[in-house]
């Protein structure tokens, strides 16, 4: 396993649509395994391919349970709304406020190419659409309606130290 370097906004690949997956091989266990531990080491809850310059549909999500490896994501169904504060390592040191769909079913490939289904709520929501937005192109920003001030991301962080 490797570190991939993340690829920040400014990069034209985080604005490409990315290609679906048709080769389950070893370079795709690679990436998988490499993007894993790419996201752990940026204390991240969320990364796609292209944040690491690999214009392929695939994500890997942990929001504290364990990796979730989705390979050609593609949402089916949203319910319901959420409301909350969203960032993206891509855009380092930054934090918006986004609208996003409260419940999502979605279905993917894991690294042998089977289909399963996942029926998601909350942070895990959220990041499902946040990540399916990369593989077509989008960063969250794009959709955010507004930034946080330094005093509460100060405030935020604040609040975490005491955990
Ligand atoms: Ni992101």
Redesign the pocket.
């Given at each position: 396993m490797a570190l991939r370097k993340i690829l920040t906004q400014e990069e034209a690949t985080l604005h490409k649509v990315c290609r679906e997956v048709t080769k389950f091989d070893s370079k795709l266990c690679e990436l998988l395994d490499d993007m894993t531990e790419t996201l752990y080491d940026a204390n991240?809850v969320?990364?796609?391919a292209p944040?690491v310059g690999i214009l392929r549909r695939v994500v890997v999500i942990d929001t504290g349970d364990e990796v979730v490896e989705m390979v050609n994501p593609k949402i089916l169904e949203t319910s319901g709304e959420q409301d909350g504060m969203?960032?993206?390592?891509?855009?380092p040191g930054e934090y918006w406020l986004v609208k996003r769909p409260s419940v999502v079913k979605a279905t993917a490939q894991d690294r042998e190419g089977n289909w399963f289904e996942i029926e998601a709520e909350g942070l895990i929501a959220r990041c499902i659409c946040?990540?399916c937005?990369?593989l077509d192109g989008h960063?969250?920003t794009e959709i955010a309606y507004r930034k946080l001030t330094e005093e509460e991301i100060a405030s935020l962080q604040g609040a975490e130290d005491e955990e």
């Amino acid at each position: 396993m490797a570190l991939r370097k993340i690829l920040t906004q400014e990069e034209a690949t985080l604005h490409k649509v990315c290609r679906e997956v048709t080769k389950f091989d070893s370079k795709l266990c690679e990436l998988l395994d490499d993007m894993t531990e790419t996201l752990y080491d940026a204390n991240g809850v969320g990364l796609a391919a292209p944040q690491v310059g690999i214009l392929r549909r695939v994500v890997v999500i942990d929001t504290g349970d364990e990796v979730v490896e989705m390979v050609n994501p593609k949402i089916l169904e949203t319910s319901g709304e959420q409301d909350g504060m969203e960032g993206c390592l891509s855009v380092p040191g930054e934090y918006w406020l986004v609208k996003r769909p409260s419940v999502v079913k979605a279905t993917a490939q894991d690294r042998e190419g089977n289909w399963f289904e996942i029926e998601a709520e909350g942070l895990i929501a959220r990041c499902i659409c946040h990540e399916c937005d990369h593989l077509d192109g989008h960063l969250y920003t794009e959709i955010a309606y507004r930034k946080l001030t330094e005093e509460e991301i100060a405030s935020l962080q604040g609040a975490e130290d005491e955990e």
